[in-house]
């Protein structure tokens, strides 16, 4: 089993920055070998895909609507993957949550096997 917990969301203004952390635990001797990604869940909607990260972080993936503003990356020594969100929008606001799968990028929400609390993330005008 594999425990993740994030952090770092919070309330911030239009255009400002905020930067997430998914912390691992358990079995971590794996988590090299994991795939990790965000998915965020805006108010009212399904949950979404946003960044996936090989194991090795050589591989990214981005939805559209998030391109040159957010950048995933992991550090594997720290068993830690961070999503850094600049120039936010309203359109960000979502509750974000941490995903790890096992042989395979979790852009899918039927591609994770864990998942995280979720954190939530609010962009104001």
């Known amino acids: 089993q594999v425990q993740l917990v994030e952090s770092g969301g919070g309330l911030v203004q239009a255009g400002g920055s905020l930067r997430l952390s998914c912390a691992a635990s358990?079995?971590?001797?794996?988590?090299?070998?994991?795939?990790m990604g965000w998915f965020r869940q805006p108010p009212g909607k399904e949950r979404e895909f946003v960044a996936a990260i090989s194991g090795s972080g050589l591989i990214t993936y981005y939805r559209d609507s998030v391109k040159g503003r957010f950048t995933i990356s992991r550090d594997n020594a720290k068993n830690t993957v961070y999503l850094q969100m600049n120039s936010l929008k309203p359109d960000d606001t979502a509750v974000y949550y941490c995903?790890?799968?096992?042989?395979?990028?979790?852009?899918?929400?039927?591609?994770?096997?864990?998942w995280g609390q979720g954190t939530q993330v609010t962009v104001s005008l």
């Open positions: 358990g079995r971590t001797s794996s988590i090299y070998a994991m795939g």
């Open positions: 995903a790890a799968s096992s042989g395979r990028l979790p852009r899918r929400t039927s591609d994770s096997d864990y």
